[in-house]
């Protein structure tokens, strides 16, 4: 197995990457922005990004992207391909992109957002702790990569301070200690509980404001049948 700092070379990667990333979200039931070959293309290009290959068949893949003018690092996309999971094979991808930011963008903090029990462990064994949303960049471009992600209405919501994502942070020197999944998981449930409770709320009162709303809304469940 080979992990490497991927380059143009491994372009022809680029839809299977994406096709990964989708297919573990749906699979998940969790959101996700999507990603497109050719944005894929792009951080393969400028060095920014690890590929994990058996021989030639991808194995593996994380990106960093770069915001308010190197001042906050981010790794996205990390995927495992099917065949070769449940190896320790992400959490070797996630120590080389990290590897890579330091040595790329030294003065830059480092953060993630995810929804994943797994990814949450593997940051938190690298040296990441959970953060606020206030402590992440404010660059809206990087908000805007969650336009397509399900849960966006979440985020926007609550004015980009929180989401059933958790911001975690890299610090250097940590002392660490055991992930404990539980609290992680509680954390989690809470905030499924609290923001879709308000958003079927909110529906449910659009609905009363607006008897024909609700009228199309059973109209279109009888077309079902």
């Not at 893949?61 to 495992?80: D, N, Q």
């Amino acid at each position: 197995m080979k992990i490497v700092t991927a380059n143009a070379s491994h372009f022809k990667y680029a839809p299977i990457i994406c096709d990964t990333i989708a297919a573990s979200a749906l699979v998940r039931g969790t959101g996700i922005a999507k990603r497109t070959p050719e944005y894929i293309q792009k951080k393969l290009e400028n060095g920014n990004a690890i590929i994990a290959l058996e021989g030639q068949t991808f194995a593996g893949f994380c990106y960093i992207e770069v915001w308010s003018h190197e001042k906050f690092v981010a790794h996205s996309g990390l995927i495992v391909h099917p065949d070769f999971r449940n190896q320790g094979l992400a959490k070797k991808i996630k120590k080389a992109v990290l590897d890579l930011s330091l040595q790329k963008f030294p003065k830059a903090k480092i953060f993630g957002i995810t929804t994943g029990l797994a990814v949450m462990k593997i940051n938190y064994e690298l040296g990441y702790k959970p953060v606020t949303f206030s402590e992440l960049t404010t660059d809206p471009d990087f908000w805007k990569g969650c336009q397509t992600c399900k849960n966006f209405d979440v985020l926007t919501r609550t004015e980009q301070k929180m989401c059933l994502c958790t911001g975690m942070l890299y610090e250097k020197n940590v002392v660490k200690k055991s992930f404990n999944s539980k609290a992680f998981q509680r954390l989690k449930s809470i905030k499924e509980q609290l923001f879709l409770k308000k958003n079927k709320e909110s529906q449910k009162a659009s609905l009363s404001l607006n008897p024909g709303s609700k009228y199309m809304e059973s109209a279109k469940q009888k077309m079902k049948k």
